[in-house]
């Protein structure tokens, strides 16, 4: 076990080293409370921040902490959980990986051992895949569409790219990039593990706090977040026809408004929301979405799903995302797990700032 292992412990070496050393992972959480301390720290911060954290200088700590740290999240099995572990685990790499590359001062001083990007190609089963040019790098087209599926945002999408003779040319960073979407597979592989009861028996009060930390973190998601940019395509859509004064279908603005209401937004904030436009209705908007929050009906009404949006022929310009989920709160909800902290800027502060900048 050595320094490089602690800094990537999903490397393949760093498994190995773990296996070769014998260790007893039940013996670990039964025994080892700073290992597990550190476990749950990853998690923990996974959950909060979207890291793993800095590593402590015991090489062997922090590397058990990893193996630790999956056990974790495969005791509480959520779905969330993994998804935001796996990623957070890559964003931790992702930024060692960035700093090993730039920064060799700090590696002098503390001893530790980077990694090449060559290297990580070759982890990665990736080396053939990958060509430098003097502009930067191309890659294979196949192991593109694999790694950059689950990159927001129109750059990534081929049909964006200058694809010449079956390969996609990269920046550095782009590649890095792309790197750690690797990492994040590899991390998630194999999770949830089937852990043996003695394990999970010594790790319950760590699981307890974990569950409590995803339930305030759903709690605060699913009730109050108003992030425009991170809309769905169907929703930016309608909500921009609003703005812009279009007349809308019944059911087209009642998919607006139930979307609105149902994460979080108040009547007053909607109407606030709807009359940059001059043309808006005050009242009939007020009216309407009092009756859609039950306020002014016997119901509690929520959006529609996708296939419902679909058949009124308000499902539009859906994008990669749209094609994994089934319902645009589903597809809102990811946009958010997935979103760096300062994307996601409430768009009731911003509108706060503004006024209190004008008045
Ligand atoms: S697939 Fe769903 S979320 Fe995407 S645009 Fe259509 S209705 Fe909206």
């Keep these: 076990m050595n320094q490089l292992h602690a800094r990537y412990p999903f490397l393949e070496s760093a498994r190995a080293a773990v296996q070769a050393a014998d260790v007893d992972l039940a013996a670990v959480v039964s025994r080892d409370g700073a290992v597990v301390e550190r476990a749950l720290e990853r998690v923990e911060r996974a959950l909060d921040e979207g890291d793993v954290g800095e590593p402590r200088r015991r090489t062997r700590m922090e590397l058990l902490s990893y193996p630790v740290a999956r056990v974790l999240v495969s005791l509480v099995d959520e779905h969330v959980l993994t998804r935001k ?12 990986i960035e700093r090993d ?7 002098k001083s503390t001893g530790a051992e980077s990694i090449t990007l060559g290297a990580l190609l070759a982890e990665f089963d990736l080396t053939d895949d990958i060509r430098e040019t003097p502009e930067g790098y191309r890659v294979d087209v196949g192991a593109y569409l694999h790694l950059a599926a689950d990159e927001w945002g129109d750059e990534w ?25 690797a990492v994040r597979k590899r991390v998630a592989d194999g999770l949830p593990l089937s852990v043996p009861d003695a394990i999970g028996d010594e790790l319950e009060a760590e699981m307890a706090q974990v569950r409590e930390t995803l339930a ?54 909607i109407v606030d929301m709807f009359q940059v436009n001059p043309g808006f209705g005050e009242e009939a908007t007020r009216y309407q979405v009092n009756h859609i929050r039950g306020e002014t009906s016997a119901t509690q009404y929520s959006p529609p799903s996708c296939a419902t949006m679909q058949s009124y022929g308000d499902c539009v310009n859906m994008d990669d ?3 994994r989920i089934s319902h645009p709160m589903a597809y809102y909800e990811q946009k958010l797990d997935g979103a760096d902290e300062d994307e996601v800027v409430d768009w009731r502060e911003r509108e706060g700032e503004a006024e209190s900048q004008t008045s």
């Design 85 to 96: 572990y796996a990623r957070a685990e890559a964003a931790t790499a992702h930024e060692r």
């Design 101 to 107: 590359r730039t920064d060799t001062t700090e590696l």
């Design 157 to 181: 999408r081929l049909v964006n790219r200058d694809l010449q003779t079956g390969e996609v040319p990269l920046s550095e960073g782009e590649l890095l990039v792309l790197v750690r979407q």
């Design 216 to 269: 305030d973190l759903e709690l605060m998601r699913d009730i109050d977040t108003v992030v425009p940019d991170l809309f769905p395509p169907c929703m930016r859509y309608l909500l921009d026809q609003v703005q812009k004064g279009e007349h809308l279908e019944h059911h087209s603005r009642f998919a607006i408004a139930t979307f609105l209401t149902s994460i979080g937004m108040s009547t007053d904030d």
């Design 321 to 323: 995302l749209c094609e």
